[in-house]
């Protein structure tokens, strides 16, 4: 089997142990190409980010998608610490969060988030979401290279 | 309500097709076109013939423009307060990893490479549409303050 494209690798962060599951199901079903790896809080995610402890080996993500209110550390202050890292700015960061408040939205477009999309609750809806950001983001984009 | 969508692009070409594909995907999108960075700030800024201009829900912005280019234009708008949350998309003929580099280092919420074949290029317009104006929350400007106005509190009753 020829495999000239490297995998694409995203970054999950999300609390609910339904919306995991139902997103690594999606991705399985619509890109395989995809290797999802899943933080449960912002400082799971930013360590991942960082190699530290058990990541050591954890690839750069090409995509981060990033759920808003968690545990220990918000998808906020996750995303704000995200965007001022010289190392990891350029990763493009998905808000993907059950929040429809205005004031959520506004921040993370404030805090660099690159776009804002909202978690819907019906599993046909959830469904085509992650098949819209698999469309967009891992094959419309130009997302930056793993080394930068 | 409309959706108010800048493009900020130099080629004749592009721009019709950009122009026709919107028409065709969503009837609810007004396109205001800027040939050069220049033309783009002033209309960002509200100056001069633009001074009614509303403000964009999305910026799609080339790249390689006369007069200021698009890594200029997508500076400024990154570092304006009453600016830097409008989504600004990258539309340009660039595959080059330093612009692709350099446009996220600049806070570019994504970079699109313009395809050559007209098929593709629609294509293109649709999947814009079907993510960034459908899909994604854009930030409502209600409230926002905008360059050289006065901030309008409206009165609830």
């Not at chain 2, 800024?45 to 009614?52: M, P, S, T, V, W």
């Not at chain 2, 340009?92 to 699109?112: F, G, H, I, P, R």
Request: with cysteine; proline share 8%.
């Amino acid at each position: 089997m020829q495999d000239k494209n490297p995998p694409l690798q995203v970054l999950l962060v999300e609390d609910s142990p339904g919306d995991i599951r139902l997103t690594l199901e999606t991705f399985r079903d619509t890109n395989p190409a995809i290797r999802l790896h899943v933080a449960n809080d912002g400082v799971e995610a930013l360590a991942f980010l960082r190699q530290e402890g058990v990541h050591v080996s954890a690839p750069r993500p090409d995509l981060i998608l990033l759920d808003l209110n968690m545990p220990k550390m918000d998808g906020r202050e996750a995303l704000a610490q995200i965007k001022q890292d010289e190392g990891l700015k350029t990763i493009p960061t998905v808000i993907l969060t059950t929040s429809e408040a205005e004031a959520d939205v506004v921040r993370s477009y404030q805090l660099k988030a690159n776009c804002y999309l909202n978690k819907p609750v019906q599993l046909d809806a959830f469904e085509n979401l992650v098949k819209s950001i698999n469309d967009f983001w891992l094959n419309m984009a130009k997302l930056p290279p793993q080394q930068n | 309500m409309p959706l108010q969508v800048l493009l900020v692009e130099d080629s004749p070409g592009d721009l019709r097709l950009t122009q026709e594909a919107f028409r065709d995907v969503n009837p609810f999108v007004r396109l205001h076109i800027a040939n050069d960075g220049v033309e783009a700030m002033a209309f960002l800024k509200r100056e001069g013939r633009y001074l009614d201009a509303p403000r964009p829900d999305l910026v799609l912005l080339d790249l390689n423009l006369p007069k200021v280019d698009g890594r200029e234009v997508l500076a400024y708008i990154k570092d304006d307060p009453g600016l830097k949350t409008i989504p600004t998309v990258i539309l340009t003929s660039s595959e080059a990893e330093s612009d692709v580099v350099k446009s996220y280092q600049l806070q570019a919420n994504c970079y699109l490479s313009k395809p050559m074949h007209f098929e593709a290029f629609h294509n293109l317009v649709k999947s814009i549409n079907d993510f960034w104006l459908t899909r994604v929350k854009l930030p409502q400007h209600r409230n926002a303050v905008e360059p050289g106005k006065p901030r309008l509190i409206e009165r609830q009753t």
